[in-house]
């Protein structure tokens, strides 16, 4: 009958839909294990590149029709440390530049750079084209509980935290905010 049709395939598209989800998920819990095994080792040699990679595809929905993501790797040598502290970093940095993204009809771009850096220190940058950050604001930006979001909608802590991994880490985070450059933070 008729019925029994529609309830087929409403039954069929369910279906179909909950293992698209179940995909989803599995590559969303594959990516977290990938960015969270190195911790085992808890220090070890790791590629940035390969963590800046590995955050893209954590931050592939959030990423999506929204913004392009432009890779100018310079190629650069291990670094020492911590993989997953230093991916959370990343992951924290580009899900803010994100959500820091205008509205406009001009494309949004995060560039993602590496490089070597004097003192046998790697640099990564993760710059957007964003609306830049206030002269006011930009002293403030790493300080616990700073925030400029509405009320309820950000802890502050998610920079003040990259700061102190970063810092752990024994490297620097910097931000500056060029004119009409967006943001452009500077991880040594």
Request: aromatic content about 4%; some cysteine.
């Amino acid at each position: 009958s008729v019925m029994d049709n529609g309830l087929l395939e409403e039954t069929a598209k369910l279906l179909k839909d909950g293992i698209h989800g179940i995909e989803q998920i599995s590559e969303i819990v594959l990516n977290l294990k990938n960015f969270s095994r190195l911790d085992r080792a808890k220090v070890s040699e790791f590629s940035v590149e390969a963590g800046l990679e590995s955050t893209l595809m954590l931050a592939k929905n959030l990423l999506k029709n929204k913004v392009e993501v432009r890779k100018e790797f310079g190629a650069v040598p291990t670094v020492t440390g911590s993989p997953s502290q230093i991916n959370q970093v990343f992951l924290n940095i580009i899900s803010n530049a994100v959500h820091a993204m205008p509205e406009r009809a001009e494309p949004n771009v995060i560039t993602l750079r590496t490089a070597r850096d004097e003192g046998d220190m790697v640099r990564v940058e993760i710059q957007d084209n964003g609306s830049g950050i206030p002269r006011d604001v930009l002293p403030k930006i790493f300080d616990p509980f700073f925030t400029t979001k509405p009320i309820g909608q950000g802890t502050g802590l998610g920079l003040s935290i990259c700061a102190r991994l970063v810092k752990e880490q024994g490297g620097t985070i910097r931000l500056t905010s060029p004119p009409n450059a967006g943001a452009v933070f500077n991880i040594r």
